[in-house]
């Protein structure tokens, strides 16, 4: 015999997916999120092959630059080859060592951790706020009250590990900004250095600046599944000209510029995003309103389907404007968010678990974790749907 809750749940999951797949135009298959290219991506892709220039030089590469300054509001911006890539330099650049620590979140896609793990440095975790899926102000101020003590020199050190604090890494997870004033303003008091992983956040403001110019430097992703894409691809932003320089320099092999010598002054990394892919970037951005308006609006559809029902949608913060990349359900248990995601992708709708935690992987379970109970619980019962601009 069917229990009256199982009833309801599962009319709940097959009104769910009917709803989705109407809004798609019920197509045999809803992707989760695929890129949307309907300006001129085709023919600044074709210049950029006729002109021969298809690597890491170019005017699209330029373009591209100039452009993502522009949108962010930041001094400048620096592109290179992937979003995993910019946060690794970006760490490097505001002085994480091999042997130092840096602050960040479990519930994370893992290019988070790996990047401080390529600087050689370990990740401590600490928790998310519920609403916003982003570090938590509260749990970073707690864990360097009660974990950190101030060296004779100034520097902040893991009670610990007796290593230093070189970075805070806070993530905008799904295009939701976190709390990022009152994070910053916690890196000011304690003077370490703040890098911004928005990867995920082109577009999204908090108090009305954008995510990833709060922090010394702020890294964007243009991967395919990104609000806008390059194919491939990622942006250092920084108000700081010799950061930038120096991004600039360290991300194009360390070449010092010469007409026709080749002579490298330090070990750099071929991390430059290719004119080719900046040339599609260039014409992304150019419908970047569009797209932005787009993303918030299938947002607002849901919000308004799921008012009153037990499976909750996560809505921006306040004082934020989202770009709503990436859509999000919380439901009332693992049980219920397990039996929606077999039920929904069995049905042609892609639906996925957030990111397993990072303190749960094998490679980052001997990392420092402290009271991560809101992350584990949003990982339990969160499942990310159809985000696609229709």
């Keep these: 015999m069917i229990k009256d809750t199982e009833m309801s749940t599962d009319a709940t999951k097959e009104e769910i997916v009917r709803f989705v797949r109407d809004l798609y135009g019920n197509p045999d298959f809803v992707p989760l999120h695929e890129p949307r290219f309907r300006?001129?991506?085709?023919?600044?892709?074709?210049?950029?092959?006729?002109?021969t220039f298809v690597s890491s030089v170019g005017?699209?590469?330029?373009?591209?630059?100039?452009?993502?300054?522009?949108?962010?509001?930041?001094?400048?911006?620096?592109?290179?080859?992937?979003?995993?890539?910019?946060l690794q330099v970006a760490l490097l650049l505001a002085g994480v060592k091999p042997g130092e620590e840096v602050i960040t979140q479990s519930l994370t896609f893992v290019a988070t951790a790996n990047a401080v793990s390529y600087c050689g440095a370990s990740p401590v975790f600490v928790d998310v706020d519920s609403d916003s899926m982003g570090m938590s102000p509260v749990a970073l101020e707690r864990f360097l009250k009660e974990k950190a003590v101030r060296s004779a020199d100034g520097a902040v050190i893991n009670k610990a590990t007796a290593r230093r604090i070189a970075a805070v890494l806070p993530m905008h997870t799904f295009?939701?900004?976190?709390?990022?004033?009152?994070?910053?303003?916690?890196?000011?008091?304690?003077?370490?250095?703040?890098?911004?992983?928005?990867?995920?956040?082109?577009?999204?403001?908090?108090?009305?600046?954008?995510?990833g110019t709060f922090g010394m430097l702020g890294v964007f992703s243009f991967n395919g599944n990104k609000i806008i894409t390059t194919g491939g691809g990622g942006a250092i932003v920084t108000d700081d000209d010799a950061l930038a320089a120096r991004a600039k320099h360290l991300t194009t092999t360390a070449k010092v510029p010469h007409n026709w010598e080749f002579v490298?002054?330090?070990?750099?990394?071929?991390?430059?995003?290719?004119?080719?892919?900046?040339?599609?970037?260039?014409?992304?951005?150019?419908?970047?309103?569009?797209?932005?308006?787009?993303?918030?609006?299938?947002?607002?559809?849901?919000k308004n389907f799921f008012k009153g029902k037990s499976v909750?949608?996560?809505?921006?913060?306040?004082?934020?404007?989202?770009?709503?990349?990436?859509?999000?359900?919380?439901?009332?248990?693992?049980?219920?968010r397990n039996d929606f995601l077999n039920f929904s992708n069995a049905r042609g709708m892609m639906t996925r678990a957030l990111w397993r935690p990072m303190h749960r992987l094998t490679m980052y379970q001997h990392c420092q974790a402290e009271d991560l109970a809101v992350t584990d619980s949003l990982y339990n019962r969160c499942v990310n749907i159809s985000s696609t601009v229709r």
């Design 59 to 86: 005017k699209y590469v330029d373009r591209f630059e100039e452009n993502i300054a522009r949108y962010t509001g930041a001094k400048r911006a620096v592109a290179v080859v992937n979003g995993t890539q910019a």
């Design 39 to 51: 300006g001129n991506e085709r023919p600044y892709v074709l210049d950029c092959i006729d002109s």
């Design 312 to 336: 909750r949608f996560k809505e921006e913060p306040a004082n934020t404007r989202s770009n709503c990349w990436m859509n999000v359900l919380e439901f009332p248990d693992v049980e219920s």
């Design 175 to 211: 295009g939701h900004p976190c709390r990022i004033e009152a994070i910053a303003s916690l890196c000011s008091e304690y003077g370490i250095a703040l890098v911004e992983d928005a990867a995920e956040s082109l577009g999204s403001t908090s108090n009305g600046r954008h995510t």
């Design 264 to 302: 490298h002054d330090e070990i750099g990394y071929n991390f430059r995003m290719p004119n080719i892919n900046a040339a599609i970037g260039v014409a992304q951005l150019e419908k970047m309103d569009e797209l932005l308006q787009g993303q918030r609006s299938l947002a607002e559809q849901y």
